[in-house]
C-alpha cells in the first residue's frame, strides 16, 4: 500500500487547494504565454471578481510571443489574459498588420476580434470588413458584413470571407462579385476561392462573366437650312447638309458556366468549364469549356462546341474566334466542321449546308463575309428562282469551297478540286428535305440568351 509522509501529504494538500482557488482559466494561461505590457502613458488598476484589471491609456503596447497589440487604450484582464481595446488598434504578427477601431485580444485562444470596419494587410493583399476575427495560433482570419480582398490584379467584394496566412487561400462567400484591374471584366457568383499556388482563382455558383466593350461608332444627323430666293417671298429655297459625328457605343460579352476560373499568371486569362454559354452582339456559343485570353482577344471552344453567328451555326471538334479590339473577326472550325444557315424564312426547314475537316469564316462588321472550307469538303444549297420560288437542291463535293456573302446574304460559291455533284429538282425535294442532310449536321440547340447582372455592390 503506497504510504506519503507528513511532508508530502501537505504538499499534496497545498497543490488541491491552489487548484480549487486559482480560476481554470487563468491555471490554463500559466502554462501558456501571458500578455506583456511594454509600455503605456497612464496606467491604474482596479480589483474585479475575476482578478486584477489595468486600464491603460496613450501609446498603449502589450505583445504575447510575436504577436504585438498597440492602441490608445485598453483594459487588461490579468488573470483572463485578455484585452479589450480601442483607438487606433494595431494587431502585428510576421507579415501580417491586423487594424481597427475596436476590439479585443485573448491570449487564452489566440482569438483577436475587431469590430467597426476590420482592415488586414499581409504581402500584397488586403482585405476589409465590418467586422472580422484573427487566429494568431492558426493563421486564419474571418470577416463578415462588406467584405473586399484586394491584390495586384483583382478586386473581390463578398458577404463574408475567409484568409490562411500560411497557404495565402481566401475565400469568399455570398454575393461575390470580382473585378479585373488589367481588363473591364466582371465575375459573379455565390463563391470565389483564392489559390496563388497554383495562380488562380475560382468562382463557383452559378457564375457570369461580364466584359464590357466599348467602339466608336459614326452618327450622322439632317439639317435643313432655309434662305430666301431673291426678293420674293414666296421663294423659299431649302438645303440640306449633314452632321457627322462620333459617338462610343459599349457592348457587353457574358459568359455563364458552372465553374470560371481567373488565370493572372497566364495573361489574365479565363477558363470557363462545364456548361458553357457565351453572347455577345450578334454571336453566341455553347461548349464543355472556353478559355478567353483578353491579352490577344482570342476565345477556344472545346467540348461539342457550337457557335451562332447572324442566321449561321456552326459546329466542331473544337473552335476558336479571333477577334481585334474585341470585334470578332474570324472563326476557325477545327475536326468534323460545320455549318448550317438558315436564310429562307418562308421554309425553315430548308437550311444551306457546309462540311468539311476545317471551315474559316471571315466577318466584317459583326457580318459574315465569306466562308471557306477545306478537306473532304460538301456542300448542300436550295436553289431558289429571282422570284424566290423554290427549284431543288444542288448538292457538291470537292477540296475547298467558298462562299461569299452579301450582307449577311450567300451571293456566290466556288468548289475547287476534284468537283462531284448532283442537282435535285423541286419535284423530288419537296417534302423530303431532310433526307438530303450532309452526313454530321448536328442537332439544333437552343441559341443562348444574354444575362443581366445579378448584384451590385455599394
Known amino acids: 500500500m503506497l504510504q506519503f509522509g507528513a511532508h508530502q501529504r501537505f504538499?499534496?494538500?497545498?497543490?488541491?487547494?491552489?487548484?480549487?482557488?486559482?480560476?481554470?482559466?487563468?491555471?490554463?494561461?500559466?502554462?501558456?504565454?501571458?500578455?506583456?505590457?511594454?509600455?503605456?502613458?497612464?496606467?491604474?488598476?482596479?480589483?474585479?471578481?475575476?482578478?486584477?484589471i489595468r486600464q491603460l491609456r496613450g501609446n498603449v503596447s502589450l505583445s504575447q510571443g510575436n504577436v504585438l497589440v498597440k492602441c490608445d487604450y485598453a483594459l487588461w484582464n490579468m488573470n483572463g489574459n485578455s484585452v479589450?481595446?480601442?483607438?487606433?488598434?494595431?494587431?502585428?504578427?510576421?507579415?501580417?498588420?491586423?487594424?481597427?477601431?475596436?476590439?479585443?485580444?485573448?491570449?487564452i485562444t489566440r482569438l483577436a476580434r475587431g469590430r467597426g470596419g476590420v482592415k488586414v494587410m499581409d504581402r500584397g493583399r488586403t482585405v476589409q470588413a465590418l467586422?472580422?476575427?484573427?487566429?494568431?495560433?492558426?493563421?486564419?482570419?474571418?470577416?463578415f458584413g462588406n467584405v473586399s480582398v484586394e491584390d495586384d490584379s483583382t478586386m473581390i467584394y463578398a458577404d463574408s470571407a475567409h484568409y490562411d496566412?500560411?497557404?495565402?487561400?481566401?475565400?469568399?462567400?455570398?454575393?461575390?462579385i470580382l473585378l479585373g484591374k488589367k481588363n473591364p471584366a466582371i465575375i459573379e457568383g455565390a463563391f470565389a476561392e483564392s489559390i496563388p499556388a497554383e495562380g488562380l482563382t475560382r468562382i463557383t455558383g452559378k457564375p457570369i462573366l461580364f466584359l464590357i466593350d466599348s467602339t466608336m461608332v459614326l452618327d450622322s444627323t439632317k439639317s435643313s437650312v432655309q434662305s430666301k430666293n431673291g426678293g420674293s417671298k414666296t421663294g423659299i429655297i431649302a438645303k440640306d447638309s449633314f452632321i457627322i459625328k462620333q459617338r462610343r457605343a459599349y457592348d457587353t460579352m457574358t459568359i455563364v458556366a458552372d465553374t470560371l476560373e481567373t488565370m493572372p499568371s497566364e495573361g489574365n486569362a479565363?477558363?470557363?468549364?462545364?456548361?458553357?454559354?457565351?453572347?455577345?452582339?450578334?454571336?453566341a456559343a455553347s461548349c464543355s469549356m472556353a478559355r478567353f485570353k483578353p491579352d490577344n482577344d482570342t476565345l477556344r471552344l472545346e467540348g461539342k462546341p457550337m457557335?451562332?453567328?447572324?442566321?449561321?451555326?456552326?459546329?466542331?471538334?473544337?473552335?476558336?474566334?479571333?477577334?481585334?479590339?474585341?470585334?470578332?473577326?474570324?472563326?476557325?472550325?477545327?475536326g468534323s466542321a460545320f455549318t448550317l444557315t438558315k436564310d429562307d424564312t418562308v421554309r425553315p426547314n430548308r437550311a444551306q449546308q457546309l462540311s468539311g475537316r476545317t471551315i474559316s469564316v471571315i466577318i466584317n462588321n459583326d457580318t459574315i463575309s465569306s466562308i471557306i472550307?477545306?478537306?473532304?469538303?460538301?456542300?448542300?444549297?436550295?436553289?431558289?428562282?429571282?422570284?424566290?420560288?423554290?427549284?431543288?437542291?444542288a448538292k457538291n463535293s470537292c477540296d475547298t469551297i467558298v462562299v461569299r456573302f452579301d450582307k449577311g446574304d450567300p451571293e456566290s460559291i466556288v468548289w475547287i478540286g476534284g468537283v462531284l455533284g448532283q442537282v435535285h429538282p423541286e419535284h423530288e425535294v419537296f417534302g423530303r428535305e431532310q433526307t438530303y442532310d450532309l452526313p454530321g449536321r448536328p442537332e439544333d440547340?437552343?441559341?443562348?440568351?444574354?444575362?443581366?447582372?445579378?448584384?451590385?455592390y455599394k
Open 11 to 52: 504538499s499534496f494538500a497545498f497543490i488541491v487547494l491552489m487548484l480549487w482557488i486559482i480560476p481554470v482559466d487563468f491555471a490554463f494561461a500559466i502554462l501558456r504565454d501571458p500578455i506583456v505590457l511594454h509600455h503605456a502613458d497612464v496606467l491604474s488598476g482596479s480589483e474585479s471578481p475575476t482578478g486584477p
Open 84 to 107: 479589450e481595446m480601442s483607438g487606433n488598434v494595431i494587431v502585428k504578427q510576421g507579415t501580417m498588420t491586423l487594424a481597427m477601431p475596436s476590439g479585443s485580444y485573448d491570449g
Open 131 to 143: 467586422y472580422g476575427d484573427y487566429s494568431t495560433e492558426t493563421y486564419v482570419a474571418r470577416f
Open 165 to 176: 496566412r500560411e497557404s495565402r487561400r481566401s475565400l469568399a462567400f455570398g454575393r461575390v
Open 270 to 283: 479565363y477558363v470557363a468549364k462545364h456548361n458553357v454559354e457565351i453572347n455577345r452582339a450578334s454571336m
Open 307 to 334: 457557335i451562332w453567328v447572324d442566321s449561321t451555326m456552326m459546329n466542331a471538334d473544337s473552335i476558336s474566334l479571333i477577334m481585334k479590339k474585341r470585334s470578332l473577326r474570324r472563326i476557325d472550325a477545327l
Open 373 to 393: 472550307a477545306i478537306g473532304q469538303a460538301k456542300s448542300l444549297y436550295f436553289l431558289l428562282s429571282e422570284r424566290g420560288v423554290p427549284e431543288g437542291a
Open 445 to 456: 440547340r437552343m441559341k443562348p440568351r444574354k444575362r443581366k447582372r445579378q448584384f451590385t
